[in-house]
Every structure is written in C-alpha cells, then in structure tokens.
C-alpha cells in the first residue's frame, strides 16, 4: 500500500499570510495526487486534481505542486473561508488519502 | 448541473449488512466517462476510499474492504448502491457518495449520510 503523509497535522495562521502544505508518498506516484478542503460538517471539495490543476471554481490562489514522492498546495493569501482541513489523496494505486491538516485561524 | 443524494439506514445491526444508494439528479450516469465511488469518514477522523464503479459496471475496491464490498448500478433508475457485510463497529461513519473523474478525482459529492452500527 501507499501511504500519504501530511505535515504539518495542524497549522495556525492569519487571514492575508500564504501558507503551504505538505504530502509525501512512500513511493513515487508521478502526478496522480488530487487536493481536497473539507469544512465541518460538509462533504470535501475538490481543490486541485493530477497535482497541479485547479478545479473549475477554485479561486486562483490555491496552487498545487510536485510529482513523483513530494507535493504541496498553496494557499497565496488566506481567506476567512479557507479555514478548514484539507487532505491530499493519491490515485497512482488503490486511492488514499492523507491524514489531513487542520488549518486554523491565529 | 449534477447532484448526488445518498439514502439508506442510519442504524445497522452488528453482523449484518450495511445497504445504501446514491441518487444521481441532473445528468444521466450512463454518460459520460465517469467512476461512481464510494467514501466514508468515521467522526473525527480522516477519508477512506470504499470502491466504484464504472459505467460499464467494472468495479475496483479497497483491499482492506473488498471481501466485504459489493457496489452496483442501476441504470433505470440512475443510481448506485453500496453493500458491505459483516458490519461492526468500526463501521460506524459518514458515507459519501461521489463522482469521479478518471484519476479518482472527485469533484461532486453528495452531502454525505451517517451510519451507525449498533444493537
């Protein structure tokens, strides 16, 4: 199995700060990463899919990066509404997703 | 545009076997080439990946599930169904209905049901 490793677990910050986000594969998985932002209570939202490409209707400060073992997502200037935890998900093999990061507000 | 509903219990008995269905409204799930999946989340923990199917009714599951998982179409009625067996629980969760595109990427969701597994 691959396993999906977010860092950090948790993350405080402010409205206007850019924030990034980690996930690491155990094995190399190319592009086959997808992004996803879940608010309490809600269904996940997709962000970013294949790991750089924006879903249609994410606002363009969310960015994706990385290929192979590495990857992040960006947020370039946070939001009130993008308080919430998000989770990478990798597709190369049976989908798993990571743990998640509850990004909260400093 | 496309919706998703999932329906079933909220409340299964230990042993036996968890029955839901996912409504598909606003589009047909016979176009298009799109996976049906299936997701759960148990309360106050992370996403697992359950299975889905593909239009053609080829299907893919977790491993750590499969031997328990049955998920199916039903055309006529533009739906698909979960079926997992043996249920305890540990299967107590919120159970996501979701529509994929090809690298598991999935974009709609429905609003997601809870189960309880309990006597």
């Known amino acids: 199995d691959i396993q999906m490793t977010q860092s950090p677990s948790s993350l405080s910050a402010s409205v206007g700060d850019r924030v990034t986000i980690t996930c690491r594969a155990s094995?190399?998985?190319?592009?086959?990463l997808n992004w996803y932002q879940q608010k309490p209570g809600k269904a996940p939202k997709l962000l970013i899919y294949a790991a750089s490409s924006l879903q249609s209707g994410v606002p363009s400060r969310f960015s994706g990066s990385g290929s192979g073992t590495d990857f992040t997502l960006t947020i370039s200037s946070l939001q009130p509404e993008d308080f919430a935890t998000y989770y990478c998900?990798?597709?190369?093999?049976?989908?798993?997703f990571g743990q998640g990061t509850r990004l909260e507000i400093k | 545009q496309v919706q998703l509903q999932e329906s079933g219990p909220g409340l299964v008995k230990p042993s036996q076997t968890l029955s839901l269905t996912c409504t598909v409204s606003?589009?047909?799930?016979?176009?298009?080439?799109?996976?049906w999946s299936w997701i759960r989340q148990p309360a106050g923990k992370g996403l697992e990946w359950i299975g889905r199917i593909y239009t053609s009714g080829s299907t893919n599951y977790n491993p750590s599930l499969k031997s328990r998982v049955t998920i199916s179409v039903d055309t006529s009625k533009n739906q698909f169904s979960l079926k997992l067996s043996s249920v305890t629980a540990a299967d107590t969760a919120v159970y996501y209905c979701a529509r994929e595109v090809g690298i598991a990427a999935a974009g709609i969701w429905g609003q997601g049901t809870l189960v309880t597994v309990s006597s």
């Open positions: 094995q190399s998985i190319s592009s086959y």
């Open positions: 998900q990798q597709s190369y093999s049976t989908p798993a």
């Open positions: 606003g589009g047909s799930i016979s176009s298009g080439s799109y996976y």
